[in-house]
């Protein structure tokens, strides 16, 4: 890149502010120039709009896989990426000059602002909130903003079906590309497809028939955003989510700005909306006024990596990449696609053998740069890139000339669908790339025009696929007759919830959820389910009104899902308390009408209540003395712990508040169903089967010990507390034994004299030896000297209040309880 000091004036606005049309007039104003854009798309767009002006003896188009270079050339129309760093030219500029924020290609842009001058003139073009950026890392530049011709304003949520002609919808997925492509067939008659994926040529076939009128609508993700230029009117967000690599998020406001923006040409206004009023497909007043009003977050730093790294060795190469900048303004570039091959290469043996020079660490790091079109993941994608650089690093350093022409020719097949094409023309620009580069191959320029030639077929071949599956112009005289409305539609739902339109089948509606059928198309079941839209909120309320006046019996509990005629309908979700848990409306129920959900969150609740009451009527009653002000506080703090633990709490956890009641509290609590013992506070009537299996839905618990179990292996599941189940060694034994044992124990000593206790009890529950020593260590007991007969004896010592209770030590009198409950 050159450094010249030269004028650098930097450019900011919105979009449709003229900024690109004023870079190509200041280009072919000078004697030479380069311009670097941010798609493929826009730069053959520019560069066809350059060869209509000067003709194109002069102009070149410089992409990854396409390179068009005349001779004379004195123009070039770039991707970023492409913008060569060793030509000089009068005139550069930058297009979108803010995605230096972009994590995965934010890197190459920050380059270019920073590094690529003209030597006359410089020009940075991008939106407003690149302008601290241009103040910290390019001060030099004199910043002038360009305001937007015309008026961008909210037009609101508008139904596909009553979108207005000329509009734009957008999608940020191929499939989503395709669904709402094929509801606007059906609806309206065609629609036109723009993705970035595309060819050039396939792109251009699409924008010509929306541009000539042949269909209004236009279906495309956000490459639109980036300068396409087409007469849209609208532009409706099919949803303001996408997947950008990492993780599904929201759009940014810039982002939905640069969407929007595509609305209205020149001095005519645009206008956009969402495709729903309401969710997170909606937006919010926020973004619409700062979309309105031009008004969005600054940009606080810019993604950098080094432009020219250091090619002495591997290892040099990596370290490089991975210099972290000196200006606060820039970040380290999240780890590309390129470093990340390039790593893994490195720990292969060969690589590193072949890769000793300069001149070969350049090679493998071009090789690293060869773009992973397909998507298909690092390992197939690494497999490829390695098999390059073999070829490169061995021989005459090329490409042999029949293993490239037989992936060239697996590809030129036009047969297939949509899908299959597109993926073929995806694959097929990976060769491009490769054929253009000067080097690489023993007859690069018959290579380029091989791979241009197979792209060029299969575009028109996706073209012809695209217009004869979102193109129906049947369609159009079908809804014509029917009122131009898709609800008019015939629906029909069958006995079994079978949903047919036009008696085609296109799913079953079982219960409240529409599934669509196996063997229906993803574009299929979006529309369909449009026009079948009126029909089905009718049957839903229907249903809802069955449910709102269905008897207990009819519901049931499935984990904590409730259903409905084996339907299900909500679930069991937290609520204030373990009293009061609250019913979540499956996510289903959403179709439903407010009134209609209404009823049914009503009917719902009422059924949970009264499972409660029948279940688990405990929780009921220590909310209730809880909520008792005349309770008393230390019995209210007891009944509110004793409830949030779910009836099962370690005493000594209230330990204070336990000493402090009274006995009319005490005897409150005996009457509610709470045992107060010696290590535990619990009721036993949660213990029992079907009020355990309730409580552990409402609490969420995982891990249900066996059903029937009083002594339980210490690593087995439920053997915790929170099930009831208080562990001693290698054992869990069940609360109300615990309390068995100790009043056994208590009942047999006399005051703080030794006793042996009798280990009937311990041993008809299973207790180990040890279990029974921990438990009596616990309980307040310590060992003392056998008797005269030697068997072991216990002495009274008292709990310590609020202490945690410790093991045992193991001595003599153990060992003695042992033999003794060994027989």
Request: a positive charge; aromatic letters at 6%.
């Amino acid at each position: 890149m050159s450094a010249y000091s030269n004028p650098v004036t930097a450019v900011l606005g919105p979009t449709n502010t003229g900024k690109t049309h004023l870079a190509i007039e200041r280009m072919c104003g000078h004697s030479s120039g380069m311009i670097g854009f941010p798609l493929r798309l826009l730069a053959r767009e520019v560069y066809d709009r350059v060869v209509a002006i000067t003709g194109k003896e002069r102009v070149a188009l410089m992409t990854g896989e396409e390179r068009i270079v005349p001779p004379d050339a004195r123009w070039f129309l770039c991707t970023a990426e492409s913008m060569p760093a060793d030509r000089e030219v009068s005139f550069v500029a930058l297009d979108e000059a803010q995605l230096g924020a972009d994590p995965e290609r934010g890197h190459v842009f920050t380059d270019r602002l920073l590094r690529a001058r003209g030597r006359s003139e410089t020009m940075i073009l991008g939106s407003e909130t690149l302008r601290p950026m241009i103040k910290a890392l390019v001060p030099e530049a004199e910043i002038v903003n360009r305001p937007r011709f015309s008026t961008l304003s909210y037009a609101g949520a508008k139904k596909l079906s009553r979108l207005p002609k000329r509009s734009a919808i957008v999608a940020f997925s191929a499939e989503e590309v395709y669904a709402v492509a094929e509801m606007i067939r059906r609806l309206r008659g065609g629609a036109a497809v723009v993705m970035g994926a595309l060819s050039p040529r396939t792109r251009n076939a699409q924008v010509a028939m929306f541009q000539a009128g042949e269909v209004d609508y236009l279906v495309a993700t956000d490459a639109i955003g980036m300068g396409l230029n087409m007469d849209v009117s609208h532009v409706a967000f099919a949803s303001l989510t996408k997947f950008d690599g990492q993780r599904t998020r929201r759009l940014t406001v810039s982002e939905m700005a640069q969407i929007a923006g595509r609305a209205g040409r020149h001095q005519r206004d645009g206008t956009f909306g969402a495709l729903v009023a309401e969710g997170l497909g909606a937006f919010t007043p926020e973004e619409v006024y700062a979309i309105e009003e031009h008004r969005f977050p600054a940009l606080d730093f810019l993604y950098w990596r080094e432009g020219e790294p250091n090619l002495d060795s591997i290892d040099g190469l990596i370290e490089s990449l991975e210099t972290r900048p000196a200006h606060p303004a820039l970040r380290a570039a999240p780890p590309a696609v390129d470093l990340g091959v390039l790593k893994r290469l490195a720990e292969e043996d060969w690589v590193r053998d072949r890769a000793r020079s300069p001149a070969m660490v350049a090679r493998l790091w071009a090789a690293c740069g060869v773009p992973d079109f397909r998507k298909l993941g690092a390992d197939q994608h690494q497999r490829l890139v390695a098999r390059v650089f073999q070829h490169l690093s061995e021989g005459d350093g090329r490409i042999p000339a029949p293993w490239f022409a037989s992936e060239v020719a697996r590809l030129d097949d036009v047969t297939g669908d949509v899908e299959t094409i597109a993926g073929r023309i995806a694959a097929i620009r990976t060769w491009a790339y490769i054929a253009h580069r000067a080097d690489w191959l023993a007859d690069p320029a018959h290579w380029a025009a091989r791979t241009g030639e197979v792209e060029e077929r299969l575009s028109d071949a996706l073209h012809a696929s695209l217009t004869q599956r979102f193109v129906d112009k049947r369609s159009t005289v079908l809804l014509r007759q029917i009122g131009k409305d898709a609800g008019a539609l015939p629906v029909m739902i069958g006995e079994q919830g079978e949903v047919l339109v036009e008696d085609h089948p296109i799913g079953t509606l079982a219960g409240f959820t529409f599934t669509v059928a196996a063997d229906a198309r993803a574009a299929d079941k979006r529309l369909l389910l449009a026009a079948a839209e009126k029909r089905l909120a009718a049957e839903l309320a229907r249903r809802a009104g069955e449910l709102a006046g269905a008897s207990d019996d009819q519901f049931a509990l499935d984990n904590l899902t409730i259903a409905w005629r084996k339907f299900p309908v909500g679930s069991i979700a937290p609520g204030p308390n373990l009293a009061q848990p609250q019913v979540k409306l499956d996510r289903a129920l959403a179709a439903l009408d407010p009134r209609s959900r209404k009823a049914v969150q009503a009917r719902l609740d009422l059924w949970l209540a009264a499972q409660m009451a029948r279940h688990l009527p405990i929780f009921g009653k220590l909310d209730a003395v809880l909520r008792d002000a005349a309770a008393g506080g230390p019995l209210r703090a007891v009944a509110g712990a004793v409830l949030a633990a779910g009836g099962l709490l370690p005493r000594r956890a209230v330990g204070p508040q336990v000493e402090a009641l009274d006995p009319a509290a005490r005897k409150r609590l005996g009457k509610i169903g709470v045992t107060i013992g010696t290590l535990d506070l619990f009721a036993p009537a949660l213990l029992k089967p079907a009020a355990a299996q309730w409580r552990r839905l409402v609490m969420h618990l995982p891990d249900a010990p066996r059903e029937g179990a009083t002594v339980l292996p210490r690593n087995a599941a439920g053997a915790a507390l929170p099930h009831g189940f208080r562990p001693f060694g290698q054992q869990a034994v069940r609360v109300d034994l615990v309390e068995r044992i100790a009043r056994a124990a208590h009942d047999g000593r006399k005051g703080r004299t030794p006793f042996s206790p009798d280990p009937a009890l311990a041993t008809s529950i299973g207790l180990r030896p040890d279990t029974l020593a921990r438990l009596m260590a616990q309980l307040g007991f310590r060992t003392a000297r056998p008797d005269a007969e030697g068997r072991p004896q216990w002495t009274w010592q008292g709990l310590t209040p609020n202490a945690k209770p410790t093991a045992p030590p193991r001595d003599n009198a153990f060992a003695a309880l042992a033999d003794m409950l060994n027989g």
